[in-house]
Nanobody
Framework: QVRLVESGGGLVQPGGSLRLSCAASGTFVTINTMGWYRQAPGKQRELVAVITSGASTNYADSMKGRFTISRDNAKNTVYLQMNSLKPDDTAVYYC???????????????WGQGTQVTVSS
């Protein structure tokens, strides 16, 4: 069974920084694209950033220059460094990964349980 476990959320003041981590565990043969999404109260879940297995990245426009996504393939972990945080960044942040559990099965998209990020003074 595959699990994605996020950590690193919390309360931070405007202008501050946080680093989120998401580690994949379980039995699998390949992890393809990994990414971060967020959902604020009353809003739809939106893309934050994604990174391929080859380290190509893509960011939502509002996060460019402030957020950095990275991954450690040896640790099956994706990170999100968030700088210059704003109150509008307050949301539950979800990790996502496309994972193949065996060579006879197709890639499947998995989600973490989410971690709360609150930006407030």
């Amino acid at each position: 069974q595959v699990r994605l476990v996020e950590s690193g959320g919390g309360l931070v003041q405007p202008g501050g920084s946080l680093r989120l981590s998401c580690a994949a565990s379980g039995t699998f043969v390949t992890i393809n694209t990994m990414g971060w999404y967020r959902q604020a109260p009353g809003k739809q879940r939106e893309l934050v950033a994604v990174i391929t297995s080859g380290a190509s990245t893509n960011y939502a426009d509002s996060m460019k220059g402030r957020f950095t996504i990275s991954r450690d393939n040896a640790k099956n972990t994706v990170y999100l460094q968030m700088n210059s945080l704003k109150p509008d960044d307050t949301a539950v942040y979800y990790c996502n990964a496309d994972i193949r559990t065996s060579y006879t099965r197709p890639m499947h998209s998995y989600w973490g349980q989410g971690t709360q990020v609150t930006v407030s003074s």
